[in-house]
């Protein structure tokens, strides 16, 4: 609205960031009624149990402000999950807090733990959340890249990367973008390059339960020496298929924990209270999650099996709900301009890579989510076999 008053003019504390590649894509698959398989989010709905657990807990009461560090059932059934699938017990009282969703967790840890003139190390392809939550800590980010072609880390690089003034890594496996999955060896050879370092790592692991072909999620939880450097990060809105409830947690080392919970205090307090009741409950079926590797396989095989009849060539997908392509055969457009024409002309909006570097870097690579209804698959996959 215009008014005769002026506003203040500010600093911009991000003057980098502006609207971002997912808002644009979703914006011109809406206007060109295209099959959005752009953003990761699930367009099927959750488990009605878990609705019916949140409304119980609405109905009980429960509508009040949880203790700060989350509701006592969720803390431990989130511990009673970590001890039974990695191996490490958390304490519920003093190392595992809820948050809103993985987005919060992530930003909250960097907060608390970095200082201005720190350097965090974070690999490319990445999830744009990193960087700016570490300039708003007044640190830098180190960006190191993944190996183009495979996207595995490469230890040397990371290790000279390393400077005194390095203060955290942030990892994330199972990869979005690259749908990679990081090995037991890996998960060893990071602990190796840390060892001996004050470096804390921030583990993005909000696809755990979508690790397919029989693998298992290595978290950095399985790693004693790593686990006792780590933030590991969730979100139950991956995991559970409600992504809008913006749901999650970390688990940390005590001390660790009790900085992380020093900022997110005086930041969201706290997570709201019948989402928390709804999904300790939930979580005490533990067929939940332990059976999203196959829902999530059949998908994938699915959507492969699909693009297989294309010209694009279909990059491999071990893990999260993404799968990448090539598109060498088919255009030599930019990613971004590629992306628009799929969007504009095949229907079907996807994602360049470029977006996940710094500075783009451009391999002729878009990434599909196929976190969708078999319906919206098939559509898409009619579309794309026009290409
Ligand atoms: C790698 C990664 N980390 C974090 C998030 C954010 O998770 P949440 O919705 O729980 O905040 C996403 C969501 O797309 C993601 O892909």
């Given at each position: 609205m215009s008014s005769s008053f002026p506003t203040p003019a500010v600093t911009s504390r991000l003057p980098q960031v502006g609207t971002t590649i997912f808002t644009v894509m979703s914006a011109l698959a809406l206007e060109h009624g295209a099959v959005n398989l752009g953003q990761g989010f699930p367009d099927f709905d959750c488990d009605p149990r878990l609705v019916d657990a949140v409304d119980a807990a609405m109905r009980a009461g429960a509508n009040q402000y949880p203790p700060m560090a989350g509701v006592p059932a969720l803390r431990e059934a989130v511990a009673a999950k970590i001890a039974a699938m990695y191996g490490h017990a958390y304490d519920p009282g003093s190392e595992v807090t809820i948050t809103a969703g993985a987005t919060q967790a992530i930003i909250t840890a960097i907060l608390a733990i970095v200082h201005p003139g720190d350097e965090v190390i974070v690999l490319d392809p990445c999830y744009d959340s990193y960087e700016p939550n570490i300039e708003l800590a007044g640190g830098t980010a180190v960006h190191v890249a993944l190996t183009?072609?495979?996207?595995?880390?490469?230890f040397a690089r990371i290790a000279a990367a390393i400077t005194p003034r390095t203060r955290a890594i942030v990892i994330n496996t199972p990869h979005n973008p690259s749908a990679t999955v990081w090995s037991a060896a890996q998960m060893a050879q990071l602990a190796a390059t840390l060892r001996g370092t004050d470096i804390i790592v921030v583990a993005d692991e909000v696809y755990e339960h979508m690790v397919f072909d029989g693998a298992a999620h290595q978290s950095v939880a399985r790693f004693p020496e790593l686990a006792q450097r780590s933030f590991v990060v969730s979100s139950f809105g991956k995991t559970y298929h409600v992504t809008g409830w913006k749901v999650g947690y970390v688990a940390a080392p005590a001390p660790l924990m009790a900085e992380f919970r020093k900022v997110h205090q005086f930041n969201v307090f706290t997570v709201n209270t019948p989402m928390q009741h709804g999904l300790a409950a939930f979580m005490a079926e533990p067929a939940h999650h332990l059976g999203l590797p196959a829902f999530y396989q059949r998908k994938r095989d699915l959507f492969r099996a699909g693009l297989a009849a294309t010209r694009l060539r279909v990059l491999a997908s071990r893990g999260s709900y993404f799968q990448c392509v090539d598109y060498s055969a088919v255009s030599a457009l930019p990613e971004a301009d590629f992306c628009r024409f799929l969007t504009t002309e095949i229907g079907v909006a996807a994602i360049p890579l470029a977006a996940f570097y710094q500075g783009g870097y451009e391999q002729r690579i878009a990434r599909f989510c196929f976190a969708k209804k078999d319906e919206t698959l098939q559509l898409a996959l009619a579309r794309l076999a026009r290409l």
């Amino acid at each position: 609205m215009s008014s005769s008053f002026p506003t203040p003019a500010v600093t911009s504390r991000l003057p980098q960031v502006g609207t971002t590649i997912f808002t644009v894509m979703s914006a011109l698959a809406l206007e060109h009624g295209a099959v959005n398989l752009g953003q990761g989010f699930p367009d099927f709905d959750c488990d009605p149990r878990l609705v019916d657990a949140v409304d119980a807990a609405m109905r009980a009461g429960a509508n009040q402000y949880p203790p700060m560090a989350g509701v006592p059932a969720l803390r431990e059934a989130v511990a009673a999950k970590i001890a039974a699938m990695y191996g490490h017990a958390y304490d519920p009282g003093s190392e595992v807090t809820i948050t809103a969703g993985a987005t919060q967790a992530i930003i909250t840890a960097i907060l608390a733990i970095v200082h201005p003139g720190d350097e965090v190390i974070v690999l490319d392809p990445c999830y744009d959340s990193y960087e700016p939550n570490i300039e708003l800590a007044g640190g830098t980010a180190v960006h190191v890249a993944l190996t183009p072609g495979t996207f595995e880390p490469d230890f040397a690089r990371i290790a000279a990367a390393i400077t005194p003034r390095t203060r955290a890594i942030v990892i994330n496996t199972p990869h979005n973008p690259s749908a990679t999955v990081w090995s037991a060896a890996q998960m060893a050879q990071l602990a190796a390059t840390l060892r001996g370092t004050d470096i804390i790592v921030v583990a993005d692991e909000v696809y755990e339960h979508m690790v397919f072909d029989g693998a298992a999620h290595q978290s950095v939880a399985r790693f004693p020496e790593l686990a006792q450097r780590s933030f590991v990060v969730s979100s139950f809105g991956k995991t559970y298929h409600v992504t809008g409830w913006k749901v999650g947690y970390v688990a940390a080392p005590a001390p660790l924990m009790a900085e992380f919970r020093k900022v997110h205090q005086f930041n969201v307090f706290t997570v709201n209270t019948p989402m928390q009741h709804g999904l300790a409950a939930f979580m005490a079926e533990p067929a939940h999650h332990l059976g999203l590797p196959a829902f999530y396989q059949r998908k994938r095989d699915l959507f492969r099996a699909g693009l297989a009849a294309t010209r694009l060539r279909v990059l491999a997908s071990r893990g999260s709900y993404f799968q990448c392509v090539d598109y060498s055969a088919v255009s030599a457009l930019p990613e971004a301009d590629f992306c628009r024409f799929l969007t504009t002309e095949i229907g079907v909006a996807a994602i360049p890579l470029a977006a996940f570097y710094q500075g783009g870097y451009e391999q002729r690579i878009a990434r599909f989510c196929f976190a969708k209804k078999d319906e919206t698959l098939q559509l898409a996959l009619a579309r794309l076999a026009r290409l």
